[in-house]
């Protein structure tokens, strides 16, 4: 009777345990958490955010474990998270060794890509960006022979706003060229890409939450009252 006690014990908490979430992604700073949301929104899987239990500022995500697989899939086809785009802090925030003249012309354009990277980043539909820029350093014993200046972006969006970013191209090329000194707007490419759409998920048969919650407290509730009964039928049998 103990052992047949002890093994219903052991399915309650297996069903308490399976109605938690699972975390899925964490140690992610917010605008990464924010775009894994939405990317699973869109894709008809509930999922959620909340701070780690550190105090790097960084969030968890975390998601219903039978969801968990079609999570991945859509992440791995949105390239997700994607690793944020150095800038300015991130590059020039500490003093190290002194770099030479091409390390630091190096160092700039990197972060300026970033930072123009992460501007692009906030137009509607925009899911990714990508700035490359090739800005030769002039030579100072021949200022005349600086090859010209140019940059290249590539956009990933959602298939709905491929139209509309496409008809802004000309303005992406003006906001590039009056970021970088020298960079002409016909020196600017653009391209814009679609993301891939999200997988179609069949979702199979499933109880809502509330039901688990209930079922498991009556469960509970039962053991409880056949605990006090055995004890009693022990007792008067003693």
């Not at 500022?57 to 975390?62: C, D, E, H, L, Q």
């Not at 890409?193 to 179609?200: H, L, N, S």
Request: aromatic share 2%.
């Amino acid at each position: 009777m103990k052992r047949n006690r002890t093994s219903a014990w052991l399915a309650l908490l297996s069903l308490l345990t399976g109605c938690g979430d699972e975390v899925l992604l964490h140690k992610l700073d917010e605008p990464q958490s924010n775009q894994v949301l939405v990317a699973l929104g869109e894709a008809g899987l509930s999922a959620r955010k909340e701070r780690d239990g550190s105090d790097e500022g960084t969030f968890s995500v975390a998601i219903r474990p039978s969801e968990a697989a079609a999570a991945r899939t859509v992440l791995s086809a949105r390239d997700l998270p994607r690793p944020r785009s150095p800038g300015f802090s991130d590059l020039f925030g500490s003093a190290g060794l002194v770099p030479t003249p091409l390390e630091e012309q190096a160092r700039y354009l990197h972060a300026l890509a970033g930072e123009l990277g992460r501007s692009l980043e906030t137009l509607d539909g925009v899911l990714g960006a990508r700035v490359h820029l090739a800005l030769p350093a002039p030579d100072p014993l021949r200022p005349e022979a600086r090859r010209t200046p140019r940059a290249s972006v590539l956009l990933k969006c959602r298939p709905d706003a491929r139209a509309r970013l496409e008809a802004q191209a000309d303005g992406i090329r003006r906001t590039l060229a009056g970021a970088a000194d020298g960079l002409e707007p016909a020196g600017v490419a653009v391209l814009v890409t679609e993301a891939p759409p999200p997988p179609v998920r069949t979702p199979g048969p499933r109880l809502p939450r509330a039901w688990l919650a209930a079922g498991a407290l009556l469960l509970a509730a039962s053991l409880g009252a056949g605990g006090i009964l055995l004890g009693r039928r022990e007792a008067g049998e003693a």
